[in-house]
């Protein structure tokens, strides 16, 4: 099960004489590291990577490090390094890409020895520098030891005993295609009142430099039985499916073009049957390899969408033919200083055109001192467009329930909160006693 990795290197301006896989103990003056990563096992990262402190303060920190795997990237995997304070400017990427069939722990082991690779630079000037080394693996047979020697203004490493690579990269049995199934169920009750769900889903996806292909099915299933006296049970039940495909094709480093094709249905929403086809084109003003830290996406799409509905409409319609249109922008950063995000969606039926929803999210959390930050979130939608709702008044079983969609012109949500924090700044210690 091969992992491939590659190393894109920006502007560097430290000499480095050795890679390090040590772990030895943290030293006074140990580079300060900032990790994130959503997808990962943090508690495994730091148990492994014992030459330099891992904080939660950006502002204390020599070095940011955040990992993503965002779909938009070419890469399933991308570690963006940013210096701050006497690293200011010294910002790398580094790659990496897993064979479809790596488990969890073949990846985190990857994960940790790209992130020693990436940090190795930046130790190299503190108190843990002379305790690094470079260590090799054996990868390739070879009958004789190779010796490479690479020598530059910034950097000088002599390695020995490197095999020599294969004469071709292993080709890869699936074709880049990952799939996967999920299925699960549960239950509640007491002795007025049972709840069951049942959801089962599977997915497809293909990602490469130059397409990316994602298919998606889903079902879901929910009953519900309250007992009022005994002489009235009510039960409820919501079912919804949906299936989907993508396919989106590589532009160059700011456009792509795409298609997204659904099939739905829903009990909620009226809706037996709901089939979309949808091409549109996506320009990011940004290189899409820059948005770990900015992006700005416009993404227009427009298509056919035909309707089946499980009772009569308000407008007196079982099925009927719609032309939509969309635009969706999204703006995001994550900077020292914080992270902020927002995304403007606006819909609209092309032959009805005051048939639209507008939509605005958006999220902001900024470090106003050292110890301090807030964050907030929110979300405002303005409905016009809620031509499938089924004719006639809702029961109050129906209400209570939330068994059928009712009539609004807007939803909106709001969160706000902050964060205080003081205390060491080093949380590099791992104890999992106790743990639930």
């Known amino acids: 099960m091969s992992v491939i990795i590659v190393c894109a290197l920006a502007t560097t301006g430290v000499s480095a004489r050795a890679q390090s896989v040590s772990s030895t103990p943290s030293p006074t ?76 722990i073949q990846i985190h082991h990857e994960l940790v020895r790209l992130l020693k690779l990436g940090l190795v630079e930046y130790a190299a000037e ?29 950097l ?5 005993g490197v095999p020599a690579p294969p004469a071709s990269t292993p080709e890869d049995g699936w074709n880049y295609w990952v799939f996967q199934i999920n299925a699960d169920s549960d239950g509640s009750g007491e002795r ?42 009510v039960t409820a039940r919501l079912s919804d499916w949906h299936a989907d495909a993508l396919i989106v094709k590589s532009l160059g480093s700011h456009f792509s073009v795409g298609v997204v094709s659904s099939v ?13 086809v949808l091409p549109g084109i996506e320009y990011d003003i940004f290189p899409y390899d820059e948005s770990t830290r900015r992006s700005l996406t416009i993404q227009y799409t427009a298509g056919q969408a035909h309707y089946d509905y499980e009772a009569e409409t308000v407008f007196g319609r079982l099925t009927e033919k719609v032309a939509q249109q969309a635009v969706n922008v999204s703006l995001g950063f994550r900077q020292p200083w914080g992270h902020a995000g927002s995304t403007f969606v606006f819909t609209q039926q092309i032959k009805e055109p005051d048939r639209t929803r507008t939509t605005l999210l958006a999220n902001l959390s900024v470090r106003l001192t050292r110890h301090f930050m807030v964050n907030g979130s929110g979300s405002y939608s303005r409905i016009r467009d809620q031509f499938t709702l089924e004719k006639g008044e809702a029961t109050e079983e129906e209400v209570l329930l939330r068994q059928r969609q009712l009539a609004t012109g807007h939803r909106y949500s709001v969160t706000f909160g902050f964060s205080f924090s003081f205390g060491s700044l080093s949380n590099a210690t791992v104890n999992p006693r106790f743990t639930r």
């Open 29 to 104: 003056d140990a580079l300060q590291v900032r990790f994130t990563c959503n997808a990962c096992d943090v508690d495994f990262v730091k148990n492994n990577v014992g030459f330099v402190e891992f904080v939660d303060d950006s502002t204390a920190a020599d070095v940011e490090v955040v990992v993503s795997d965002d779909e938009k990237i070419d890469r399933p995997w991308r570690l963006a390094f940013g210096g701050r304070g006497r690293f200011a400017g010294q910002d790398r990427m580094l790659f990496l890409s897993t064979a479809s069939l790596a488990t969890t």
């Open 156 to 160: 000088n490493v002599s390695v020995r």
């Open 264 to 276: 739905a249905g829903s009990t909620f929403s009226n809706e037996k049957l709901v089939a979309r």
């Open 126 to 154: 503190t108190a843990a520098g002379p305790q690094l080394d470079v260590t090799v693996r054996d990868l390739w047979a070879s009958p004789s030891p190779v010796i490479v020697n690479i020598d530059g203004p910034d």
């Open 192 to 233: 007025s009142s049972f709840d069951t769900t049942y959801h089962v889903s599977a997915s497809a996806n293909r990602t490469t430099a130059a397409s990316k292909v994602r298919i998606g099915l889903s079902r879901s299933l929910n009953r519900s039985s309250f007992t009022v006296s005994d002489d009235l049970t």
